[in-house]
């Protein structure tokens, strides 16, 4: 997945309504319709970062996290960049975290990083991924960087369904291991 990768010629204007109208309407709890809608514009633009960073997110949502890793991958190596880049490299990070892949998730996280040093969601979904891997302490430590620096950031915002959805799961898995 390198970054090396030339500059896309933008989608038609009428293709990223097209998009945005698609997304605006998805039904989260019965993606099939939002998927079944986004293959004929993948058909149409294969290669697409965006194109496939969309359909990508639709399966994930779907709950289809394997089909929806080949598409975050081919996403990043197609040039996506700018925030859904990194909104890119949050999903695929927790895609491969829920698939139980961890060191792949944590090397993805750490390439975040390093491209959004900045970035408070980035960290937040990190830390989910370091507590997974049993790696307790640093994620505590790194929640609690966070909180410090960045309580209240519009990016974290964004994401709070799902990290309150990660809590409660992960109190489940406490309680579970009880």
């Known amino acids: 997945m390198s970054r090396d990768v030339a500059p896309q010629p933008e989608l038609p204007l009428s293709v990223v309504e097209r998009l945005e109208a698609l997304l605006a ?3 989260r709890a019965n993606m099939a319709p939002t998927i079944d809608a986004l293959l004929p514009i993948l058909e149409a633009y294969p290669g697409n970062a965006r194109v496939l960073y969309e359909v990508g997110g639709a399966f994930d949502t779907a709950g289809e996290e394997t089909s929806a890793r080949d598409y975050y991958e081919r996403a990043l190596s197609a040039g996506l960049s700018g925030d859904e880049r990194r909104r890119c490299f949050l999903q695929y990070g927790s895609t491969l975290r829920n698939l139980e892949e961890l060191d792949a998730s944590l090397a993805v996280f750490e390439r975040a990083r390093d491209e959004f040093p900045d970035s408070p969601s980035v ?24 909180a410090a620096i960045h ?12 990290l309150l959805g990660n809590a409660v799961w992960i109190r489940e898995q406490a309680k579970t291991a009880e």
């Open 151 to 162: 309580v209240g950031a519009e990016e974290i915002r964004r994401y709070v369904p799902a």
């Open 25 to 27: 309407a998805r039904d």
């Open 123 to 146: 960290r937040a979904f990190e830390a989910i991924t370091l507590h997974a891997a049993g790696r307790a302490d640093e994620s505590v430590a790194s929640l609690l960087e966070l």
